[in-house]
């Protein structure tokens, strides 16, 4: 597989992330209970939805290549664990509640967004890379600071036994989700 292949199929990795996390943390924004969640939400998953954007516009344009088809899950646990959220939350009798979503969010998913910058910008520095490293760099804030609001909002949702339990059953889920494959 070439460089260009392998950058390719990362950019679409991250595209597929952030057009996911775009859908799940619009999808919940209106189910939150706590007004601040709402917010939150909404005003992140925009930032997905723009840098999902962002990502396929930095797909190299090369019929050749065929780049948007590498549109897609960046590795099969991602693809497992938002297939549980799904499930989750398509079941009637889920009560998925604020602790919930937020620990999905920023236990989960969003840390492991991170990863997958740092590990895509661990592998940039060469000729040509310079738009894609401060596309990188503009997520990789964008990201740190949503996870770290996003920690505050799930900090104040766990205030009792209850909601601390449901937390850490969403993360063991997503947690097991990234293990199975």
Same mark, same amino acid.
């Given at each position: ?21 775009? $859908? *799940? &943390? /619009? ?11 709402? &917010? !939150?939400?909404?005003? +992140?998953?925009? +930032? !997905?939805?723009? !840098?999902?954007? #962002? ?7 090369? @019929? ?8 897609? @899950?960046?590795? @099969?646990?991602?693809? =497992? ?21 937020? $620990?999905?969010?920023? %236990? ?7 990863? #997958? ?6 592998? #940039? ?6 738009? *894609?490293?401060?596309?990188? /760099?503009? =997520?990789?804030?964008?990201? $740190?600071?949503?996870? !770290? ?12 036994? &209850?909601?601390?339990?449901?937390? =850490? ?9 990234? %293990?199975?494959?």
């Amino acid at each position: 597989m070439s460089s260009l292949d392998a950058a390719s199929r990362r950019l679409g990795g991250l595209a597929w992330v952030s057009g996911e996390l775009f $859908a *799940i &943390e /619009g999808r919940w924004a209106a189910t939150m209970s706590d007004p601040a969640a709402v &917010e !939150h939400l909404a005003t +992140h998953s925009r +930032h !997905h939805g723009w !840098h999902r954007t #962002l990502w396929i516009d930095a797909l190299p344009d090369s @019929p050749a290549l065929g780049a948007t088809g590498h549109i897609g @899950p960046p590795d @099969p646990g991602w693809e =497992a664990a938002v297939a549980c959220l799904d499930e989750a939350h398509a079941d009637p009798d889920a009560e998925l509640d604020d602790a919930h979503r937020l $620990a999905a969010l920023y %236990r989960g998913l969003v840390p492991r967004l991170l990863g #997958l910058l740092a590990d895509f910008g661990a592998t #940039l520095g060469g000729p040509g890379d310079g738009a *894609i490293e401060r596309i990188v /760099g503009l =997520a990789a804030q964008d990201v $740190a600071a949503d996870l !770290h609001g996003g920690q505050r909002l799930l900090a104040a949702t766990l205030g009792d036994l &209850e909601a601390i339990e449901q937390a =850490a059953a969403t993360t063991k889920m997503l947690d097991q989700a990234f %293990r199975t494959w």
